[in-house]
């Protein structure tokens, strides 16, 4: 069922949203905005999510916030990877969440960190464990990312691919699964910590992984996620299949659905990191797909905007 709609997907990361066509982000603003105005329009009462922003910058949600973004979203996201990828320690979580929460009174969920096993799988059992410790009861919602590593064949999200040295090549092992989907050390310290922990599984278009992750996650006693419906994507051959396939696999868990990607064809710059040149058939876009969904959706629950007694 979907619980929530998210907004793109770290719209302040240069390697998702194209900061040559769009420097102050104004033109993401204007995009979130009627984004919001969609949603709210086609699922009166689901939770609008701000797409989870990396780094976690207090200044880009008051930018956001002076362009009127925050009218029309309920909830804000952050996204953290401080043994991979950022410059402050594991240990810094609940100071980095107070950050955020100092300039927003909206909940803020943490729509995806992990941890790599790039270095060691003993690295990734330790991180999951102290996320755990650091988040659970603070923010009510946490989806680890992810489930599965992402295949050697495929590329990974990111602007200067192997030019990042390691950097890059940590993007691939981020799963609690290897590629050929046997188990690394730390599923079982998740699975401990699960329903309170949650996962974000990117799905590719007809990603063969769809059934075996549903399977996974139900035994690993996971019940809600984080997904996408490309916008992208739905230009393709068959995309509103594969769409219904996905969300059809899917209704047993609580599904925070992020609509981002730019279609090449329809942006400013012809990447799916760009704003696009029509910003509300972005919107409208979002609302096709509640319209189309409407039937997975969950009934509003108070666990959504504040952290359940610990």
Same mark, same amino acid.
């Given at each position: 069922m979907i619980e929530a709609a998210m907004i793109w997907n770290e719209? +302040? +990361?240069? $390697?998702?949203? *194209?900061? *040559?066509? *769009? /420097?102050? !982000? $104004?033109? =993401?603003?204007?995009?979130?905005?009627l984004a919001g105005k969609a949603i709210g329009s086609a699922a009166p009462g689901l939770p609008r999510v701000l797409g989870g922003i990396s780094p976690i910058d207090p200044t880009f949600i008051l930018n956001l916030?002076?362009?009127? %973004?925050?009218?029309?979203? *309920?909830?804000?996201? %952050?996204h953290g990877f401080p043994l991979d990828w950022n410059l402050w320690s594991i240990h810094d979580w609940p100071q980095k969440i107070d950050e955020i929460r100092a300039v927003t009174s909206l909940p803020i969920w943490v729509s995806e960190v992990g941890v790599s096993t790039f270095g060691a799988e003993e690295v990734q059992v330790f991180g999951v464990n102290r996320t755990a410790?650091?988040?659970?009861?603070k923010v009510p919602r946490i989806h680890w990312y992810s489930?599965? #590593?992402l295949p050697r064949a495929w590329p990974a999200t990111t602007r200067h691919k192997e030019a990042e040295g390691s950097s890059y090549y940590r993007h691939f092992d981020m799963g609690l699964l290897r590629e050929d989907g046997t188990p690394k050390l730390a599923m079982e310290a998740f699975a401990?910590?699960? /329903?309170? &922990?949650? &996962?974000?599984?990117? =799905?590719? =278009?007809? #990603?063969?992984? &769809?059934d075996d992750a549903?399977?996974?996650?139900?035994?690993?006693?996971?019940?809600? &996620?984080?997904?996408?419906? $490309? !916008?992208?994507?739905s230009f393709r051959p068959n995309a509103l299949a594969w769409f219904d396939r996905q969300m059809d696999a899917l209704a047993d868990f609580d599904v925070t659905v992020t609509f981002c990607f730019t279609p090449e064809h329809l942006g400013?710059?012809?990447?799916h990191t760009s704003a696009p040149r029509e910003p509300q058939a972005f919107a409208d876009f979002c609302a096709a797909m509640l319209d189309r969904y409407a039937a997975h959706r969950a009934p509003a629950r108070p666990t959504l905007a504040s952290c359940p007694a610990e």
């Open positions: 719209p +302040n +990361n240069k $390697s998702h949203w *194209d900061p *040559d066509v *769009d /420097p102050d !982000w $104004s033109k =993401f603003g204007e995009m979130a905005v916030k002076s362009r009127g %973004v925050f009218d029309q979203v *309920d909830v804000v996201a %952050v410790e650091l988040l659970i009861g489930l599965y #590593d401990r910590h699960t /329903p309170a &922990l949650g &996962l974000c599984q990117w =799905f590719h =278009f007809e #990603d063969h992984r &769809l549903v399977a996974w996650m139900k035994q690993l006693g996971v019940t809600y &996620l984080r997904t996408g419906l $490309s !916008w992208a994507d400013l710059a012809p990447h």
